[in-house]
C-alpha cells in the first residue's frame, strides 16, 4: 500500500511542477519596464539613465513645468494645418480675383454693347466733322504749327475711345467716360468752326 501512495505522491508533485512552468510568471526587469514606459506619456526620472554621464552629456534635463513631449509631438500637425490654411487663404485669393475679373468683363461687355448701340455713331460723325473741319483749315493756309497741335489734339480724342472700350470699369462709370468724351468732342467741334472762320475772315481780308 505504501508504494502505491507514494507513487501518487510523485505524481501529483510533478504535475504541479509542469503547471508552475507553463504559467506565466512576473519578470522583474528594469530595461522592459522602461521600454513600455517610453511608449506612453510618462516622465522619465534620472535614476533611468545607465550610465550617469549620459545624462549630464548627452540629454538636455527635464525643464520645470508642463511636459512639452505632446506640443512637440503636434507641432508637424500644426505646422501642416498652417500650411493648408495659408494655402486655402491663396486660393480663395486667387478665386476672388478671377470672379471680379469676370464681373469686369461682363460689365465691360455691357458697356461695349452700349457703345455700339448709342456712341458709336454720333462719336464717328463727330471725328468725321472734325477732319473735314482740320482740312478746310489747312486750305484757309493756318499756320502749321496751330495745324499741328489740332491734328494732335484731334486724335488724342481718337485714342480716348479705345481707351475707354479697353478699360475694365463698372458700366456706369464709362456710361459717363462717353458722355464727357462726346461733350469734349462737341466742345472742339465749337472751336474748330470758329477758327475756320477767322481763317476765312483772314483771307478775305488779306487777298486782294
Known sequence: MRPIIS???????????????????????????RQLESMVFMRWSKSYFRPKW??????N???????????????P???????NRLK?????????????QRVREALDRSANLTYQLVYRK????????????????AVLGLDPSSLQ?????????????????????????KMEQWMQLENDLFTLTNRLIKLRRLCQLRQRFTNP
Open 7 to 33: 507513487f501518487g505522491m510523485w505524481g501529483l508533485i510533478g504535475q504541479l511542477t509542469l503547471t508552475s512552468v507553463e504559467a506565466q510568471t512576473v519578470v522583474i526587469d528594469q530595461a522592459k519596464r
Open 149 to 173: 497741335r489740332v491734328r494732335d489734339e484731334v486724335e488724342r480724342h481718337r485714342d480716348r475711345i479705345d481707351q475707354i472700350r479697353q478699360a475694365y470699369v463698372e458700366e456706369g462709370r
Open 88 to 100: 486655402s487663404e491663396d486660393e480663395e485669393q486667387s478665386v476672388e480675383v478671377m470672379q471680379e
Open 122 to 137: 454720333s462719336l464717328a460723325q463727330q471725328l468725321a466733322t472734325l477732319q473735314q473741319l482740320v482740312q478746310d483749315c
Open 61 to 75: 534635463q527635464y525643464r520645470t513645468g508642463e511636459d512639452r513631449r505632446t506640443i512637440l509631438q503636434l507641432t
Open 54 to 59: 549620459y545624462y549630464r552629456l548627452m540629454h
Open 77 to 83: 500637425t500644426l505646422a501642416f494645418t498652417e500650411i
